[in-house]
């Protein structure tokens, strides 16, 4: 049973526009939230993270939005590059780590 | 700066054979974690282990064991190789069970 649940599972964005991604989670004792990037042959690697004791959390071109009651959490990527081309993984955490299927955006030029 | 390191890179067993994927980490992070990745299907977690000498199961723990002896080395063991087996094996690190630092990956492929 996948404990998060991501979607769309790909995503095409023109350059300059906005990326979209939205995960669901169950288990309400989930208190971490990151979202983590992946280029192929290549280990995921932190992006950005929330705890759910705040709304919404923004590092530069990267924003997530946390919606606790509805245990929802999205990821908004502005102005988005075709260099932000990359499968990107949603997860969440109470000591054990359980990650979303995955989303591959392609921005294109 | 050499983090968290798997070996080997790319490996083809038999099935029915056995193998250990091994992995070290220098950052003295109490946290370890093996994780598979297949295709659509995401992260999935094998094991993890929150210090020395204590491990846990995760999600898909069936056809493997780890170890942890020491701080630095989380192995993990593959018994009796099965096809189903073949995916791309993720160790990891954390020092307080959030931000998690991933490995290169090791290429597994069951024949």
């Known amino acids: 049973q996948q404990q998060v649940k991501q979607s769309p599972q790909s995503l095409i964005v023109q350059k300059g526009g906005i990326s979209i991604i939205n995960c669901a989670y169950e288990n309400t004792a989930f208190d971490y939230f990151p979202w983590y990037q992946q280029f192929p042959g290549k280990g995921p690697a932190l992006l950005i993270a929330i705890r759910p004791d705040v709304s919404e959390k923004k590092e530069g071109r990267f924003t997530i939005s946390f919606n606790k009651s509805a245990k929802q959490f999205s990821l908004h990527i502005m102005d988005s590059q075709p260099g932000d081309s990359a499968t990107y993984f949603c997860?969440?955490?109470?000591?054990?780590?359980?990650f979303g299927a995955g989303t591959r955006l392609t921005v294109k030029p | 700066n050499a983090g968290v390191t798997q070996t080997p890179k790319f490996r083809i067993l038999k099935i029915g054979q056995s193998m250990t994927l091994q992995c070290t980490q220098d950052?003295?992070?109490?946290?370890m974690y093996w994780y598979r990745q297949d295709p659509g299907m995401g992260l999935k977690l094998i094991y993890y282990?929150?210090?020395?000498?204590?491990?846990d199961k995760g999600e898909v723990p069936n056809g493997y064991n780890v170890s942890r002896s020491t701080t630095e080395d989380f192995p993990l063991r593959l018994e009796l190789a099965a096809p189903s087996q073949t995916s791309v094996y993720f160790c990891?690190?954390?020092?307080?069970?959030?931000?998690?630092?991933f490995g290169e990956g090791s290429w597994l492929t069951v024949v």
């Open positions: 997860a969440a955490s109470n000591n054990d780590m359980r």
């Open positions: 282990s929150v210090g020395a000498g204590i491990t």
């Open positions: 950052m003295n992070h109490n946290y």
């Open positions: 990891a690190s954390s020092p307080t069970g959030n931000t998690i630092y």
